[in-house]
């Protein structure tokens, strides 16, 4: 059976550790590290739910199973990089920074423009396929170098909580759902960043 641990860690969260594949470094694996395994399966069957709609996974990990072990189970998942031709070719790929980290350094007011740009494009992403996604925060969120701009991935989160998936069902209540999930997201972000206040977002949308 493969070891897991043995691989290259290239995130770690309050529940999880993300290893990348040394064969294929585009993909990676989270392994639940404690008994915890609730969000995990609440993700896997989220993504399948949403592989049978037929929604494109544009601003989500591609998913490519469900990893189950002596005591662990795991989820394999596209490694989300950095596209930039230039880069190509060096070895190991990176995983994308985190908006946390890509934050943690000063940032131009083109990059904020860019990113309160990417923002709103994330959103209304997961308003248009109803995508709920309940635990969508700054660590939860990776900033994406592409040909055409910054992308923003979401890497984790994306699942329902609600017992009975009203929601997922009922688009209407999924998108008031969202909405408020996003406002919270939109308020720490500005909190936590000062910086993302040298340009208005709104006047981003409608750019
Ligand atoms: N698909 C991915 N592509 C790139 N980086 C990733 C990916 N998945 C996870 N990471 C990195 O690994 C970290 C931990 O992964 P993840 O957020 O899934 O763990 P978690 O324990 O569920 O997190 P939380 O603390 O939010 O519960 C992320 O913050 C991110 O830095
Ligand atoms: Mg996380």
């Known amino acids: 059976m493969t070891d897991y641990t043995s691989w290259r860690v290239i995130g770690e969260g309050t529940e ?3 290893y990348q594949n040394p064969v294929d470094q585009t993909r990676c694996v989270k392994i639940i590290r404690k008994s915890r395994v609730k969000q995990t399966l609440r993700e896997i069957s989220y993504f399948r739910y949403l592989i049978g709609r037929g929604v494109p996974f544009d601003h989500l990990p591609k ?3 469900e990893i189950k072990g002596g005591g662990f189970i795991g989820i394999e998942q596209e490694l ?8 190509r070719g060096t070895s190991p790929i990176q995983a994308s920074p ?3 980290q890509y934050m943690a350094v000063p940032r131009s007011k083109e990059e904020i423009r860019a990113f309160w740009k990417a923002v709103n494009e994330l959103k209304a992403y997961l308003l248009r396929y109803n995508i709920l996604a309940g635990g969508i925060d700054e ?3 990776v900033v994406q170098q592409t040909p055409s701009g910054i992308k923003l991935v979401v890497i ?4 329902d909580t609600e017992w009975i998936p009203v929601s997922k069902y009922f688009k209407f209540l999924g998108r008031r759902k969202m909405e408020r999930r996003w ?3 939109l ?3 500005k909190i936590d960043f000062p910086q993302v206040n040298l340009v208005d977002p709104l006047a981003e949308s409608q750019a």
Do not use: E, M, Q
């Not at 984790?156 to 699942?159: L, N, P, W």
């Open 16 to 18: 999880r550790t993300c």
């Open 63 to 65: 998913f490519y199973g």
């Open 139 to 141: 660590n939860n969120v």
């Open 183 to 185: 406002k919270r997201f």
């Open 156 to 159: 984790d989160g994306v699942y």
């Open 80 to 87: 989300v990089h950095d596209l930039l031709p230039d880069k």
């Open 187 to 189: 308020y720490w972000l």
């Open 98 to 100: 985190t908006i946390r």
